[in-house]
Every structure is written in C-alpha cells, then in structure tokens.
C-alpha cells in the first residue's frame, strides 16, 4: 500500500531520490559530530527506553546503542524506504528496533521512554503540525525524562553564506528561529533550556536544547 503524506511532508534529504545519498550527505556536512555531541547531552545510562523521532537511516540511535549497549532504543520516521535501510544498518544489534511513524503521531505508549532524542527533524514539520510533536514527545515521556534535540534555530550571530541563507529563508527552517522552539516545547508542557550553539559553515547555527517533563 502507498503511503499518503501530507502536502507538506518534506523527506529526510530534501527530495526524495536523494536517499541513496542519506548518509554521504550527512558526512559531508559534519554530522557525525553533532549526532555525538546530542548523545553526550541525553546523559544516557543502561536499563533506560530511548526514542529517537524522525530517526532517518539511523545514525543517531545507532550510535546512541552503540555506546550504551544497555539501552532499549526505538526509532521511529515516517518514511518506509528510509526504514529498511536503518534496519539493515542495524543488524546484530539487540535491543533496538524502527517503526514507521510521524512524530505528530507517535505508535507509543504513554510514559513510554526515559530520554527522547530529536536531530535536525524539527524543520522537516509544517509549523501548523509542530504543537502536535511537541505534545506526542511530552505524552510518551514519563514525568522526570527529557527531550534532546539539535536543529537549525536561534538568531542569526554572523552572516550567512549563500546556503546557509538560502536555508533559513526556507519556511520550513524558518519557523525554527529566534525563541520559536523554546516557545514551542514550554507551551507543551515542557521546562525548556538552551545548551550549547554550534555554528555550521553550511547551516549557519545550530542550536542544542534540553527539555524536560516535569515530574
């Protein structure tokens, strides 16, 4: 069966026929260092349940087992074909699995996880879905777990390049600047607050968030 996204949907690499070229991409851009840095953040430890929305081809929660082998992780995207290849990548590994599903509906329990993490997902979502997202994350953590999540975002501190400013001119990047994200995940409930900025010479900033449900 075909699965019917919305008008809106944007896929992982920004058009569909660039998913061969997923990880190359992510490569090139440096992205193995802010997958790192992200899981650093979560504070990981064994016997925890991680979910990681809009996971991709898996990079980050493979990793993310791969350092903590005592984790139960889950992925979750709402892209089949994206899916199978995280799976593949996957293989060997116990205690993880990927499910397809969009992260303003969430195929989770609520309380589910201990940590939830987010990379470079929120700006794929229409801004009219991102309430949506944000209180699936607040519903399938359990009082005292955190949201991690690295995005395009905050305000502009030095002058773009041409991609960079093609970037945040897009609506979808757009809706992640200034205090739009905060704003976002405190009016869902969340304790939200900054911690760290990291400039990227395509993306231009990227910003680091942590927030937490309270107990």
Do not use: W
Request: hydrophobic share 40%.
């Amino acid at each position: 069966m075909t699965k019917h996204h919305p008008p809106d949907y944007l896929p992982a690499t920004g058009l569909p026929g660039l998913l061969p070229a997923y990880d190359l991409i992510a490569r090139v851009l440096g992205f193995r260092r802010v997958y790192a840095r992200l899981i650093t953040h979560a504070e990981l430890r064994d016997g925890q349940r991680v979910l990681e929305i809009g996971c991709g081809t898996g990079n980050v929660l493979i990793a993310a087992k791969r350092s903590h082998p005592g984790i139960d992780a889950v992925g979750t995207d709402p892209d089949p074909q994206i899916l199978d290849r995280a799976r593949r990548k996957a293989h060997g590994l116990s205690g993880i699995r990927f499910e397809e599903g969009y992260a303003q509906q969430l195929p989770c329990a609520d309380g589910e996880f201990d940590r939830v993490l987010s990379s470079m997902m929120l700006h794929h979502l229409p801004d009219d879905a991102k309430p949506a997202a944000a209180a699936e994350i607040f519903r399938v953590l359990r009082p005292g777990g955190s949201l991690h999540l690295v995005d395009i975002g905050g305000e502009m501190t030095a002058p773009p390049g041409p991609i960079a400013s093609r970037m945040r001119s897009n609506h979808h990047a757009a809706g992640n600047l200034g205090d739009a994200i905060p704003r976002l995940l405190d009016t869902a409930g969340f304790d939200c607050a900054q911690v760290a900025t990291q400039s990227h010479r395509l993306l231009g900033q990227l910003v680091y968030y942590r927030a937490s449900r309270p107990v």
